[in-house]
């Protein structure tokens, strides 16, 4: 089966949720049997899309959608696109990375093209009648619903902690796959909303997709306690998220909460400031490969999952170490 995986950029190259993403499309669409199996496109320059880097990931073929053709973030024309080439490449399916953008994507692309979505898969298997047999997480991860989709394309995004990323063990002097640049045959009405794509520190990174995360919680103090804790993400490259308590409160909106009721994130590294580590917290951050913890309280549970901790006040901690990235250059 040949399958299509958007792929998400950021400053350094696809997100960890599309590196994700491609490895678990990689496993559905099986192995290459006389033609592309696994198709990347990526909404981007030619020259951001990294041949050998997608070619380690299993991909076969990609295309790009240059500025040029579609400048900015439009999830109506994004979809109008998948659309065109999984008819042109004839997809059994349509993988994306379980983000904000992502789901909104292939939401647009199942109403276009009138076939269901499965949000936040585990796995994927097709079946000899075509069917594919998922299991996804519901109700934030607290059940994991078995279904069956049919019809074509499947439209699949992919839980962002459903596995880790895997490069395929390819024999060496393997080419690297085809990129073709791709003009999308669009309608004024797909650009009837369209948003910039942020060029500053995160790239326009999602919380899901966030090679590093600054996490803030009650011990932050108020809205204005998040400055720093900006700053810091800036410097490091990275996003700020936040404890559930701390949107209770208004001081920061739902789209940065990091937990149970939130999103799941699975940075490189998450930096929790001032959270006390509820279970519902823990939850959505326990596939960080690793955790700092920055807390006045050493009996804080965050401390017995986190790798490192610093017994301290944050409004101490985090401008001493702004400063020491600063100072580093």
Known sequence: MSVLCLVELDAAGPTDG???????????????????????????????????????????????IEPEA??????????????GLASLVLAGAVVAAGTDRGHEVLAHLG??????????CLSARPAADGTIAVARQRWAGLLIEDAVLSG?????????????????????????????VHEPDLAPADL????????????GVSLASARVVVGGGRGVGGPDGFAPLEELASLLGGVVGVSRVV??????????????TGTKITPELYLACGISGAIQHMAGCASAKHI???NTDPGAPILARADYAVIGDLSEVIPALVAALKERG
């Open 18 to 64: 599309s590196l994700r993403a491609l490895t678990f499309a990689r496993e559905l669409a099986g192995p290459v049997t006389g033609g592309p199996a696994l198709i990347a496109v990526l909404f981007a320059a030619a020259n951001r899309a990294d041949a050998a880097q997608l070619g380690r990931y299993g991909v076969t073929e990609a295309y790009v």
């Open 192 to 203: 009837a909303v369209r948003a910039e794509i942020s060029a500053g520190a995160d790239g």
């Open 247 to 260: 949107t209770s409160q208004g001081w920061r909106p739902h789209t940065q909460q990091v937990g149970q």
């Open 292 to 294: 700092v913890a920055v």
């Open 70 to 83: 579609l400048d900015g973030y439009a999830p109506q024309a994004w979809a109008r696109t998948l659309q």
């Open 152 to 180: 074509s394309p499947a439209l699949l995004s992919v839980a962002t902690d459903a596995l880790p990323p895997a490069e395929v063990d390819a024999p060496a002097g393997v080419d690297p796959p085809a990129v073709h």
């Open 111 to 120: 109403a276009l093209t009138g076939q269901p979505m499965a949000a936040n």
